[in-house]
């Protein structure tokens, strides 16, 4: 046998043991679980996540209004106030606060314009995750917020 007809295999196993190496190196540097995405503040991996969707009814339970010190001239106080939420019916069972779930501070001027008092019934839907390490929940309400 020539010397060329015995290095022709070698050659051709060593550029497919190449070409697999390569293959096998980048599927493993692909791995999905190193998308992170922002979530209340904390880091959480990605997707794909499944989620279930089910109603709820709330109550505000309470409004507790912190005094911030500032005053606009125009629009009063800006005075903080924390929306305390007590789980009528459904299965989910989210944040205590209003402000939790919109992760944002509320002024007098918002809780007058949408008429929140003690007592009001809220109702909505939430996405709670069932499959992955996504966001753990999505809340929406049937009724709009004007801000």
């Not at 944002?104 to 949408?114: G, P, Q």
């Given at each position: 046998?020539?010397?060329?007809?015995l290095?022709?295999?070698?050659?051709?196993?060593?550029?497919l043991?190449?070409?697999?190496?390569?293959?096998v190196i980048?599927?493993?540097?692909?791995?999905?679980?190193?998308?992170?995405?922002?979530?209340?503040?904390?880091?959480?991996?990605g997707?794909?996540c499944?989620?279930q969707?089910?109603?709820?009814?709330?109550?505000?339970?309470?409004?507790?209004?912190t005094?911030?010190?500032?005053?606009?001239?125009?629009?009063?106080?800006?005075?903080?106030h924390?929306?305390?939420?007590?789980?009528l019916e459904g299965?989910?069972?989210g944040?205590?606060t209003?402000?939790e779930i919109?992760?944002?501070?509320?002024?007098?001027?918002?809780?007058?314009?949408?008429?929140?008092?003690?007592?009001?019934?809220?109702?909505?839907?939430?996405?709670t995750?069932?499959?992955?390490?996504?966001?753990p929940?999505?809340?929406?309400?049937?009724?709009?917020?004007?801000?």
């Amino acid at each position: 046998m020539k010397f060329a007809e015995l290095s022709m295999p070698i050659i051709h196993n060593a550029i497919l043991s190449f070409f697999v190496l390569a293959l096998v190196i980048s599927v493993a540097s692909c791995n999905t679980s190193q998308n992170v995405s922002e979530s209340n503040g904390v880091r959480q991996k990605g997707g794909p996540c499944k989620y279930q969707i089910s109603p709820f009814k709330v109550e505000i339970a309470e409004i507790i209004i912190t005094p911030s010190g500032i005053k606009d001239s125009i629009r009063g106080d800006k005075d903080l106030h924390t929306i305390y939420l007590n789980y009528l019916e459904g299965a989910y069972q989210g944040p205590q606060t209003l402000n939790e779930i919109y992760q944002t501070d509320f002024d007098s001027a918002f809780v007058s314009r949408n008429k929140l008092v003690k007592g009001t019934v809220l109702t909505g839907k939430a996405k709670t995750i069932t499959q992955g390490t996504c966001k753990p929940y999505v809340v929406w309400f049937d009724r709009h917020f004007s801000k």
